[in-house]
């Protein structure tokens, strides 16, 4: 799985107070299942669909860490670095 940097300065140090805006590209369609329940599990939610497949969610980030846990996941990006 690809994380961006500051997908991985927020995996490894993040603030508590903090709200990820996150760009997901699940690999399948049980991947994308399996990748709703998380956010909804961390209390975060699932914003927008984007073109082929990708989604955005915002979760916490102080739980950036167990999002990238999750099996099935293409790569991780925050939302500002692509200008979305």
């Known amino acids: ?3 961006s ?3 991985r300065r927020m995996r490894d140090d993040p603030f508590d107070d903090e709200l990820a805006e996150l760009r997901i ?3 399948d369609d049980e991947s994308r299942t399996n990748l709703d ?3 909804s599990d961390l209390g975060g ?3 927008r669909e984007l073109q082929f497949g990708g989604v955005v969610v915002s ?3 102080s739980d950036v860490a ?3 846990e999750l099996d099935g996941i293409e790569r991780i990006e925050t939302v500002d670095t ?3």
């Open 1 to 3: 799985m690809y994380l």
């Open 5 to 7: 940097h500051p997908v």
């Open 25 to 27: 590209e699940p690999t």
């Open 37 to 39: 329940e998380r956010v």
């Open 45 to 47: 939610t699932v914003e």
């Open 59 to 61: 979760i916490p980030e």
């Open 66 to 68: 167990s999002l990238c």
């Open 82 to 84: 692509l200008g979305y």
